[in-house]
């Protein structure tokens, strides 16, 4: 299929389900009378208590982050706009939890707690509550993701499991992309950014649609220098990218109902020939708060894409979801929430010499049932006790469990401890991948390679000892069992599950602001990765495929108001040394000016790698890509 | 759940392991239930439920009250009510009606009046311009100092426009930024424990 059809194919499933979801959402939920919520108790409450309750989040976890008994960092709108970055892997540097190397101009491996690789799979992503990771390997394209970052109003980084809510890939972590409802987004916003390795523009407008509702629509598009290698030569992986997409929001006095989609389509060159990404995803989801305090939230999505690497693979894939919870405190002290959901993927595959996916045209399907309860002990404690079960299609029911213990000491004080199991069920790759395509097989399916298995303990505590200043310690300890090895056979290695070991860390953030014009923000981690082959096993190469990463990685920020006009932002980060391939430890400096002249404007200057002027994050040393310092200018317009 | 239940019918025996792991699912269960049991009983009620963003807000705009100080003579009587104006957020006018019904500040009923912009501002004593509105705030601002009203906000960038408190959404909390300068300009004291809690303060020039 070339990307014009395909392009074509996906505008119109897009429209068939606009025009299905309409209809049915406006017999549905027709908007009902208003009637004034139960908020009276709110007025008891002093001006610092309000200033901490938190706004009810379309997010699973509607939990006060303060509260929360995870590893949780929450990147603000605010970070975002004072990081300069203009993508979603960027943006998600900030996140102390989080390890960011980008292997190329378009590429990146990102993964929390170890395990990073360009195909990491031990990460869950979510854009608005839409799962992004693809079935063929558990993992993300990064360079199919992008949303506009202004109207991105927090990233909430959760690392460890979050299997418990989530599902099976939540082994390491959760990110969550959460944008502004369209009724903080109405008026226009223009950004212009053009720099020596990127450029590019994006508008979104947005205005009330009706008594109770607002929608936006937005259109970006960007172009991405080529990168060079560490010996100077060039390298082909420049790329173009558009996306155009919509979101309306509706509020009545007890629900909400958001619909929202994108479009893109992105070329990104590569030999031999340019890899064509395209797709499009609409999504429903609607809440309704009840008189007697409990909630419903009812979401579903559709969502195609389309994937082309010449001489790889080609690969349509659509994924239709739903999904519902409810929240209700049954007895005094109980907070639960019970939910389900199914999803279902067909993945068409057109195979190559070089590998295949077989059967290349594949249905999955999973389906989920999880409830958790938040139970409030006396002395302040809070214990949460909560599983999942999923099913797939290739190793039939996971249990998911986690239990969870939150102690708020005093009022700035929170210790918190979790012990929880994640499953990494397996994806299309682990057991339906034959390299290359034909026979003789170098790898070859195996349809007895099941569910990667992690047992984590955590540790941690939250202290807010000055109002200025804030500081959050988390200890792990992980403990994996079946982990992807590579087991070799006569006509051809398979996947196998001979691998375990355990990781131990420490995760380390504190945001401190000096005066009222500086912010300093710091964060660390470092951790050992202990993983060997089981005894009496062979490996041939998947011990080194699991990832490799860093010991320890630090960032440190500083956000200075000069004047209410002006911002001076400058990043120093740290991340240590890979081992196998061998990457050198880098050290780089960003740094980014932003003047205010008008009260609509803003105009910036971003630098990125100021110190040193080259450093090299992924990859062997004859194929990787070194980064070069890098400058834009982004002017900002507002109405 | 289609799915749940024919992947069990199709599953002809259970192995051994899985017995034990199913036998381990159970008796999690089990303690659970007596833990729900246990602690079912007294256990304390948390009243910091995630609230809706307008609520959160009427409630704020109900607490102002308290710490402002309008001009000598912006009441006529006593026990005359003090009168909040909503434009542009129907939602946060339903919930202050529902929050402040029998509620005094001081000895003074809370009236809450839902305004289109080009009603008068007589006898408003705190006006809260929604975001719908947000187009009309450099206009309200304007008459708000002339006439020594509390012009409350919640827009992005409300302050430059002549706001005096600003409600915004920090990491899912509602907080609030002061302009000190524009409520001196409407003759307005606000009290320095609400400044004390606000995110920031702009100073009077």
């Excluded at chain 1, 409030?376 to 213990?405: H, M, Q, S, Y």
Aim: proline residues 5%.
């Amino acid at each position: 299929m070339t990307r014009r059809s395909a392009a074509v194919h996906a505008l119109r499933t897009t429209l068939a389900i606009v025009a299905i979801a309409t209809s049915v959402i406006a017999a549905a939920a027709a908007p009902p009378p208003p009637a004034p919520v139960n908020v009276a108790s709110l007025a008891d409450l002093s001006l610092e208590q309000l200033s901490n309750v938190e706004v009810t989040s379309v997010s699973r976890h509607a939990e006060s982050l303060a509260d929360a008994p995870a590893s949780i960092y929450v990147i603000t709108a605010e970070d975002i706009r004072r990081s300069g970055a203009t993508s979603i892997p960027e943006v998600l540097r900030l996140a102390p939890n989080l390890i960011v190397a980008r292997a190329d101009a378009n590429q990146y491996a990102i993964s929390a707690r170890g395990f990073n690789n360009v195909l990491a799979n031990k990460l869950l992503v979510l854009i608005d509550g839409r799962t992004v990771y693809t079935p063929l390997f558990s993992g993300v394209f990064w360079e199919a993701q992008d949303v506009v970052l202004e109207d991105v109003e927090r990233i909430e980084v959760i690392s460890g499991p979050g299997a418990a809510l989530w599902g099976a890939n939540a082994v390491n972590g959760v990110i969550n992309v959460i944008t502004r409802s369209a009724a903080e987004t109405r008026g226009v916003l223009a950004t212009a950014v053009g720099g020596n390795l990127e450029s590019g523009a994006r508008a979104r407008y947005g205005a009330a649609l009706g008594d109770n509702g607002a929608y936006r629509i937005y259109a970006k598009y960007f172009d991405r220098a080529a990168s060079e290698l560490s010996n100077g030569a060039p390298l082909r992986d420049s790329s173009k990218r558009a996306q155009v997409g919509f979101r309306a929001d509706w509020q009545w006095s007890r629900d909400t109902l958001t619909v929202q989609g994108d479009g893109y389509f992105g070329d990104i060159d590569q030999v031999p020939a340019t890899r064509q990404i395209a797709g499009g995803n609409v999504l429903a989801r609607w809440s309704r708060r009840f008189d007697d305090g409990t909630s419903l939230d009812v979401q579903t999505y559709y969502d195609q894409t389309h994937r082309d690497h010449p001489s790889s693979f080609l690969e349509n894939l659509g994924i239709f979801d739903i999904e519902a919870q409810y929240r209700l405190r049954p007895f005094a002290g109980h907070d639960v929430l019970v939910g389900a959901g199914y999803r279902y993927a067909r993945d068409r595959v057109v195979n190559s010499a070089a590998q295949a996916f077989v059967p290349p045209d594949r249905s999955l399907s999973w389906s989920n049932a999880f409830v958790q309860d938040e139970i409030a002990l006396p002395r302040d404690l809070e214990l949460t006790i909560g599983a999942k079960v999923e099913t797939n299609v290739f190793t039939g029911a996971e249990f998911l469990p986690n239990v969870r213990l939150g102690w708020r000491a005093s009022s700035n004080d929170f210790v918190w401890g979790a012990v929880s199991r994640a499953v990494r069920a397996p994806s299309r790759i682990d057991r339906e991948l034959d390299v290359p395509g034909n026979p003789p097989f170098a790898l070859v399916g195996n349809d007895t390679f099941v569910s990667e298995i992690a047992t984590a303990y955590e540790l941690g505590y939250r202290t807010q000892p000055l109002p200025a200043l804030s500081w959050s310690i988390t200890l792990f300890h992980e403990r994996y069992d079946r982990l992807r090895s590579i087991e070799p056979r006569v006509g051809g290695a398979v996947f196998a599950n001979a691998i375990e070991g355990h990781t131990t860390g420490v995760e380390t953030w504190a945001t401190w602001r000096f005066s009222p014009i500086w912010k300093v923000s710091a964060g660390l981690t470092t951790m050992r990765e202990r993983l060997a082959v089981e005894p009496g096993a062979v490996d041939a190469g998947g011990l080194a495929a699991l990832g490799n990463d860093p010991s320890t990685w630090w960032s440190l920020r500083s956000f200075v108001d000069i004047t209410p006009q002006h911002d001076f932002d400058v990043t120093i980060r740290h991340v240590g040394a890979l081992a196998n391939p061998a990457v050198p430890a880098y050290t780089a400096v960003d740094a980014r000016l932003a003047w205010r002249p008008a009260p609509r404007w803003e105009i910036a200057l971003v630098l990125t790698n100021l110190f040193p002027v080259r450093h090299a994050e992924w990859g062997p040393q004859a194929a990787r890509v070194e980064f070069e310092r890098g400058a834009s200018v982004r002017v900002q317009w507002t109405l | 759940m289609d799915a749940l239940i024919g992947h069990w019918l199709m599953r002809p025996r259970l192995f051994a392991r899985e017995r034990l792991r199913w036998g381990a699912i159970a008796l999690c269960v089990v303690g659970y239930c007596l833990v729900l049991v246990a602690w079912s009983a007294p256990g304390p009620s948390p009243d910091d439920a995630p609230q809706p963003e307008f609520g959160i807000k009427a409630a704020f705009l109900y607490k102002f009250l308290s710490y402002v100080e309008w001009r000598p003579g912006t009441f006529k009587e006593a026990g005359a009510p003090v009168v909040i104006g909503v434009i542009g957020a129907k939602d946060v006018a339903d919930s202050l009606r529902a929050l402040t019904e029998g509620r005094a500040v001081g000895d003074r009923p809370v009236e809450v009046r839902e305004l289109q912009s080009t009603d008068s501002l007589n006898n408003v004593h705190l006006l809260f311009v929604g975001h719908a509105a947000s187009s009309r705030i450099p206009a309200l601002a304007t008459v708000a100092q002339q006439r020594g009203t509390l012009l409350v906000t919640d827009s992005e960038g409300a302050l430059d426009d002549g706001s005096m408190i600003n409600l915004l959404v920090r990491q899912s909390r509602v907080r609030f930024e002061v302009s000190l300068d524009a409520a001196e300009k409407g003759g307005l004291k606000l009290s320095s424990r609400l400044l004390g809690i606000a995110l920031t303060v702009r100073p009077a020039h």
